[in-house]
């Protein structure tokens, strides 16, 4: 069974603070990575994705993967109150079928005023 | 732009009837997808389609049966429904591989 795992928080900061979100993934051979963010009642919507080891970085956000270590993270920098959400993080394993991501269960971040 | 339009938006059955929920995407993407969302379970797949002409299953396929209709569409039907079935149904769709889906607003289920 491969296995997606977060914290599912909830995670409070501070509006303006750095919120980190943090991912493992349990296959080795994964080869995609991707953060959704899910606000309350609505559908997923993709924010960040990541394929090689090191930083990739999107306005206020930076994903960071390490293959070796099975860990994949999302930074917020300057966090506003409209990101609070839930964060999930999906995987794209290497066995079997391409075409499936592996979800992990989410991270509830609040940004408080 | 539609993006990915999922009907109904809810429905409440009895155990033991049938419904299908219905999911067109105007990307012309190749995949589709229907998840379900239960509180501390996450998004889990149910069953996908990575071409048109092609469904296989995902990691909840029982008590659900698919159609792709067309490139554009991909339904989700329950034969019986049961309260287990109680969810939130969302279908989504990529361009190629895995990952970058597009969502649609989900469709909420109540099987009393």
């Known amino acids: 069974q491969k296995e997606v795992e977060q914290n599912s928080g909830p995670l409070s900061v501070p509006e303006g603070a750095i919120a980190s979100l943090n991912c493992t993934y349990s296959?080795?051979?994964?080869?995609?990575f991707f953060w959704y963010r899910q606000y309350s009642g609505k559908s997923p919507e993709l924010i960040m994705s990541?394929?090689?080891?090191g930083d990739k970085e999107d306005g206020r956000f930076t994903a960071q993967l390490n293959k070796a270590s099975q860990y994949v993270s999302l930074l917020i920098r300057d966090s506003q109150p409209s990101d609070s959400a839930t964060y999930l993080c999906?995987?794209?394993?290497?066995?079997?079928?391409?075409?499936?991501?592996?979800f992990g269960k989410g991270t509830l971040l609040t940004v408080n005023p | 732009n539609a993006g990915v339009t999922q009907t109904p938006k809810f429905q409440v059955l009895k155990t033991g009837q049938s419904m299908t929920l219905q999911c067109a995407q105007d990307m012309n993407h190749n995949s589709m997808y229907w998840y379900r969302q239960d509180p501390g379970m996450g998004l889990r797949l149910i069953y996908y389609s990575a071409s048109e002409g092609t469904t296989d299953k995902g990691e909840v396929p029982n008590g659900y049966n698919v159609s792709r209709l067309n490139k554009r569409e991909f339904s989700l039907r329950l034969e019986s429904a049961a309260p287990s079935q109680t969810s939130v149904y969302f279908c989504?769709?990529?361009?190629?591989?895995?990952?970058?889906?597009?969502f649609g607003e989900g469709s909420r289920l109540t099987v009393l």
């Open positions: 989504a769709s990529t361009r190629g591989i895995a990952g970058e889906l597009f």
């Open positions: 990541i394929y090689s080891n």
């Open positions: 999906a995987v794209n394993t290497s066995g079997g079928s391409n075409y499936k991501l592996t």
């Open positions: 296959d080795r051979g994964s080869q995609s």
